[in-house]
């Protein structure tokens, strides 16, 4: 059984992902024995943060790791086993600027990372730079795994599976984190108790199945939902409820940016929704905690214990390759029939088992003919944004845009295109300039 393992994060930097990651890694002890850790990031400063808090997680640990740092990416490829892309082209300040130009523009996102045009510009940002790196490691490092978290989730998987032969998924924790609050919040059970299933497109899911002790407990959801509250914490996603006839995840925060409806500054206004344009003092916040982690790490003051560990479903999926103990994650993998009414090669967000062989997502059947719709939508823009992305063509991106639902509150979506591409010039492949 392999127990060595060479890990390649990009984007090591991020104050979101990478301690926590490499915290989960530390606490595999009965199978990861040792390793290397190669961390790349372009922002010297971050890389070096990263690098010092690392190797004193490692020593805390007391693990066999190697930790080294790389603003070349070239330099960590060879060998690897895993590569984790946590970044943004641009970093944190470019989230900033592209909710700053859609603001003038008139169109609020509370996220926008994923849809609308923040989603869309970031993946002309994110895009080049993974099938960079990719078609570097299918030389490199051809049987490495791509675990993508980076946004928006959908257009980068989809970028990794139809321009590199890099074996990849995308993960993330919004829909168990969802079937855990309504377990414990709802439902009053250990989240363990409850059974789910799901699917649909990256933030934007829809729970198909709930089961508690092989009993059905989807019909009880609406009384419960009133019950305990949460219809009224999240409406949104009780409305959409109501309407598509299955719950959403992962929250409103999130759904509420694939329905321009919620979006609109009247509507925001007499409904008060918590979540509105995105509030930067919030996200500030939150970034100072993960900065403050990062300096008591680097001081000696705590250690990996005090990180914990993620939510992430990462080194379950290494496990499973490693083990052959089967699991099942929530990954984003291209559609294969596995949701019959969405068309083949969408990325779709599915249960999928894992074992020593790899991963073998869930046949879904047909999702309602409105959901379904939904995730044709966004399928067929993530596919003109990535092919727009790759082949710098502006039009396929406008194209993208015209049937983006979030900027269907935008007067001149060509303008507003204008604005974002000349924001990141600087940032984009030469072709953009010309």
Known sequence: MKTHFKFMFIGAGSTSFTLRLISDILHEEDFILSGELRLVDIDPKALNDAYEAVSVMIKTAGRNFKVSKHIDFREAAPDIDFVFFTFVTGSYPSWRKDIEICTKHGILQSVGDTIGPGGIIRAVRNVPVVVEICRELEKAAPEAWAINYSNPEGALCLAIESYTNIKTFGLCHGTPDTVKML????????????????????????????????????????????????????????????????????????????????????????????????????????????????????????????????????????????????????????????????????????????????????????????????????????????????????????????????????????????????????????????
């Open 183 to 434: 377990a414990a919040n709802v439902y009053k059970t250990d989240p363990e108790n409850l059974k789910f299933s799901a699917a649909g497109v990256n933030h934007l899911t829809w729970i198909t199945k709930l089961s508690i002790a092989g009993v059905d407990v989807y019909p009880q959801l609406k009384e419960k939902l009133i019950e305990s509250g949460l219809a009224a914490k999240e409406p949104i996603s009780y409305d959409l409820f109501n309407i598509y006839g299955l719950y959403p995840a992962p929250g409103d925060r999130h759904v509420g940016e694939f329905f321009p409806y919620f979006m609109k500054p009247q509507v925001l206004e007499e409904k008060n929704y918590e979540w509105k344009n995105i509030d930067f003092n919030l996200m500030d916040q939150w970034r100072s905690g993960s900065l403050n982690r990062i300096d008591a790490l680097k001081k000696g003051e705590i250690g990996y214990k005090e990180i914990g560990t993620s939510g992430e479903t990462a080194t379950h999926f290494i496990r499973a390759l490693a083990t052959g103990k089967p699991v099942v994650e929530m990954c984003n993998v291209k559609n294969k029939g596995y949701i019959e009414n969405v068309s083949d090669g969408m990325i779709v967000e599915i249960p999928s088992y894992v074992d020593e062989f790899g991963l073998h997502p869930q046949k879904i059947g047909k999702l309602p003919d409105a959901v379904a719709a939904k995730c044709e939508c966004l399928g067929r823009e993530y596919k003109l944004i990535v092919d727009g992305a790759v082949e710098c063509d502006k039009n396929k991106i406008l194209a993208a845009m015209m049937i983006d639902p979030l900027c269907s509150n935008c007067n001149y979506p060509e303008k507003l295109l204008d604005d974002l591409i000349e924001a990141y010039l600087p940032l984009l492949p030469e072709k953009w300039k010309k």
